[in-house]
């Protein structure tokens, strides 16, 4: 079972507001991914670190979207302006390593609803 | 433009049958494909993972895989009520290693 935790579970926000989600990564693990999976099933990678290095992002996380893994934090992701198309569920996972068959854990994720 | 297709959208089996779910990217440069399951509500769980050509079985899951067309295949024999959930395709390059999902196939096996 998946030991990712992520906080919170639910999050409501108005349009333009900032909407910030944390996530532990699994003990272990230092590399961490985010995706954002709309109500069509759709997936969409949106960042991820190994320890506190940004090794890879989309054009959208680099403008409205800003993400850190702080040594010895939990590592979060913030909505700076909140828009009606971010309604979504929101997925932390975590990986042991870089190697391409080592597998993602994903956390329980943060569904966040723009008002 | 999705580049991982997956099909049928939707299945329906009956308890005890067998669910036959496909998945092709488009992708050349993919080296790893992944197969997980979402329960509604729920967060994504692998099932299964296969990387070289051919077949792998884990109890009633067997994968199949075809590289040069970048084409695997996931069967659940003697599918159970629960096993009622979305099922996910994703591959993923030996660069980054992010994800690439498809839009999933929804299996619904009815007792």
């Known amino acids: 079972n998946s030991k990712v935790i992520q906080t919170p579970r639910y999050l409501v926000k108005g349009q333009g507001q900032k909407a910030k989600m944390r996530c532990i990564p699994e003990k272990g693990h230092p590399v961490v991914f985010w995706y954002q999976q709309n109500k069509n099933n759709e997936f969409k990678f949106l960042i991820n670190f190994q320890n506190q290095e940004v090794l890879q992002q989309i054009d959208m996380t680099e403008k409205r979207f800003s993400a850190e893994c702080p040594s010895n934090s939990p590592c979060s992701l913030e909505i700076q302006s909140s828009e009606a198309g971010d309604s979504a569920l929101y997925l932390c996972?975590?990986?042991?390593?870089?190697?391409?068959?080592?597998?993602?854990?994903f956390g329980p994720g943060t569904r966040l609803t723009v008002l | 433009q999705q580049k991982v297709q997956q099909s049928p959208e939707s299945l329906i089996v009956p308890e005890g049958g067998m669910a036959s779910l496909n998945c092709t990217s488009s992708d050349r440069n993919v080296d790893y494909f992944w197969w997980y399951r979402q329960h509604s509500g729920k967060s994504p769980k692998m099932l299964m993972?296969?990387?070289?050509?051919g077949e792998k079985e884990e109890g009633r899951f067997t994968v199949h895989l075809n590289k040069a067309s970048l084409h695997t295949s996931l069967h659940i024999r003697d599918s159970q009520p629960s096993d009622s959930a979305l099922y996910l395709c994703a591959a993923s390059d030996s660069g980054y290693n992010k994800l690439t999902f498809g839009k999933g196939t929804v299996l619904l096996v009815s007792p």
């Open positions: 996972a975590s990986r042991r390593d870089w190697g391409g068959d080592a597998e993602q854990f």
């Open positions: 993972s296969i990387f070289s050509n």
